[in-house]
């Protein structure tokens, strides 16, 4: 079929972050997936047909597509060698603020931080942005902002963790830090 890849990844439960990159190569084989359900004759196939036609089904599974790709590209931001922890609050909060403009853009349907979507919706007339994707989006900035609130450090904690003579204390600046030690 003059594919790109030779075959379809298989997800391997030890490294969760094979997940995206399974539906990541799903849907870049998408038409090839459809061609071949097309001359299969396995009784399976004509249902798996139907839903890979069903282009509002389709439309979810490149927004998850994409939203796998975002968290997939946190996860690899936080792991590693020499992180400090002001990197990965840093990190943290500024992924909070794109889950804001991710659920803004979907909501104006610019869909500039969803491109495996936008191109979908390019091709797929019949799809439309629904509820469900932006409850999901609500529901991930919700559980993210409640997971991750102890991590909340004032920003003159960190630029003092980071270089302790670039920052001139204020007053209140000691109940700032002793309120945000990690034991």
Same mark, same amino acid.
Request: hydrophobic fraction near 45%.
């Given at each position: 079929m003059?594919? /790109?890849?030779?075959?379809? *990844?298989?997800?391997?439960?030890?490294?969760?972050?094979?997940?995206?990159?399974? !539906?990541?190569?799903f849907?870049e084989?998408?038409?090839?997936?459809?061609? @071949? !359900? =097309?001359?299969? #004759?396995?009784?399976?196939?004509?249902?798996?047909?139907?839903?890979m $036609?069903?282009?509002?089904?389709?439309?979810?599974?490149?927004? $998850?597509?994409?939203?796998?790709?975002?968290?997939?590209?946190?996860?690899l931001? %936080?792991?590693g060698?020499?992180?400090? #922890?002001?990197?990965?609050? /840093?990190? !943290?909060?500024? @992924?909070?603020t =794109? *889950?804001t403009?991710?659920?803004?853009? *979907?909501? +104006?349907?610019?869909?500039?931080?969803?491109? &495996? %979507?936008?191109g979908?919706?390019?091709? +797929?007339?019949? +799809? &439309?942005?629904?509820?469900i994707?932006?409850?999901?989006?609500?529901? !991930?900035?919700e559980n993210?902002?409640e997971?991750?609130?102890?991590?909340?450090?004032? #920003?003159?904690v960190?630029?003092?963790?980071?270089?302790p003579?670039?920052?001139?204390? /204020?007053?209140?600046?000691?109940?700032?830090?002793?309120?945000?030690?990690?034991?």
């Open positions: 003059f594919a /790109e890849h030779k075959d379809l *990844l298989v997800h391997n439960d030890v490294r969760w972050l094979s997940k995206g990159n399974v !539906l990541d190569r849907c084989l998408h038409q090839e997936i459809v061609s @071949f !359900l =097309r001359v299969c #004759i396995h009784k399976q196939a004509a249902n798996l047909l139907e839903r $036609l069903d282009e509002q089904f389709m439309a979810e599974v490149y927004f $998850l597509c994409d939203i796998f790709k975002h968290l997939n590209t946190l996860n931001g %936080l792991q060698r020499e992180k400090y #922890i002001a990197d990965l609050v /840093e990190k !943290l909060c500024a @992924f909070k =794109r *889950l403009i991710f659920t803004t853009d *979907l909501t +104006a349907t610019g869909l500039l931080h969803f491109s &495996r %979507l936008r979908f919706m390019n091709t +797929a007339p019949e +799809a &439309r942005i629904m509820p994707m932006k409850d999901f989006m609500t529901k !991930l900035t993210f902002t997971r991750f609130q102890g991590f909340n450090i004032p #920003i003159e960190l630029h003092f963790a980071r270089d003579f670039s920052i001139k204390p /204020e007053a209140d600046f000691c109940a700032k830090v002793k309120g945000n030690v990690f034991y």
